[in-house]
């Protein structure tokens, strides 16, 4: 098992280039958000975090800790292509992936074109390519688009773009003790929001890789890359895709220190870092390297970092 934060799961923009990002400038038009596609997430209080044999250690998973959080709503399912584009019509948002001209997509997907015109690989996990233009619309890069896959998680989306589409919904993000509890959907210490076995009766439950990581991917679920964000059983909550597809924003700055990680109730994480919680995995995610998709799994990145695989859902106070 791989450890390394910096790894298949969340490739950060600092660790490949030097560029700074430009001011983002954009229409401030606050809507007021509804309820639609949101779930009410009964408040209550459940054991966060994993001592299982499975955990990553070195991510701070555990200790196993009583955790109360209030009721909230959340989106059912991760915002898509379809809304954020409604959110750019609006307000003319550049995403920082198109502020810094590109943005992280991973090589089976990128056509031999666009490969040839590759300037940065990352030399420790070189299935990860710095590719010009990648961003939300263009997930691939400039030859590529999102027609057919408007019913897909957006991706390609920083903390900060995260952060700003939540401001103009009048939502914001999850704390990452709301999304650990929403994710369990009312199961105790199941690894994945389901129960514990990770296919069970031979039905995939979530987007995840099958085969040989990262050289063959089998697609046993279904797909190589994004799924819709109604793919699959919700979890107890009615929530889509807990686990696997894309990797989900939290709030909270990250942090392995159990001694800070104290609140027991509605608990938001340390006041500072460098890092930003995400959770869930993605459709990049295997046992052999990563396992990350298991509902008490964590990792970080930076918040203008922006990947192929990271995404959003929203939470609204009741």
């Known amino acids: 098992m791989n450890n390394n934060i910096n790894s298949c799961c969340s490739i950060r923009r600092d660790s490949t280039l030097e560029k700074k990002r430009p001011l983002n400038h954009f229409k401030e038009n606050t809507i007021k958000s509804d309820y639609n596609q949101m779930v009410l997430i009964e408040g209550g209080t459940f054991l966060m975090g994993t001592e299982d044999k499975n955990q990553n250690k070195l991510d701070g998973e555990g200790p196993i800790r009583k955790v109360t959080v209030d009721s909230f709503y959340m989106d059912a399912h ?12 609006e307000t003319n948002y550049k995403t920082e992936a198109e502020l810094f001209g590109n943005s992280f997509v991973f090589y089976q997907f990128v056509s031999q074109n666009v490969q ?11 299935w990860w390519l710095v590719v010009e233009s990648a961003s ?61 076995e990770l296919v069970p009766n031979g039905k995939h439950q979530c987007n995840i890789w099958q085969g040989e990581f990262p050289v063959q991917n089998d697609a046993e679920d279904g797909y190589s890359g994004t799924a819709p964000v109604n793919s699959y059983e919700p979890n107890g909550y009615g929530l889509y895709n807990m686990s696997g597809n894309v990797w989900e924003w939290c709030t909270d700055w990250f942090t392995r ?34 396992n990350r998709y298991r509902v008490s799994a964590r990792t970080a990145n930076t918040p203008d970092s922006s990947t192929g695989n ?5 939470v609204k106070d009741i």
């Open 136 to 196: 939300w619309f263009q997930p691939e890069g400039i030859d590529s688009n999102i027609d057919d896959r408007m019913d897909h998680p957006v991706v390609h989306i920083s903390w900060n773009d995260a952060v700003a589409y939540c401001n103009w919904a009048g939502k914001r993000l999850p704390t990452e003790a709301e999304w650990e509890y929403a994710a369990r959907g009312g199961l105790e210490q199941n690894l994945y929001p389901w129960g514990n």
């Open 116 to 126: 040839r015109e590759i300037k940065h690989r990352v030399q420790q996990t070189p």
């Open 310 to 314: 990271m995404g959003f859902r929203c």
């Open 78 to 89: 991760a915002v898509t292509n379809r809304e954020f584009e409604k959110f750019v019509r």
């Open 257 to 290: 220190d159990r001694n800070i990680r104290t609140d027991s109730i509605n608990p938001k994480g340390p006041e500072h870092g460098e890092m930003r919680v995400i959770r869930g995995g993605s459709y990049l995610c295997h046992e052999s390297y990563c």
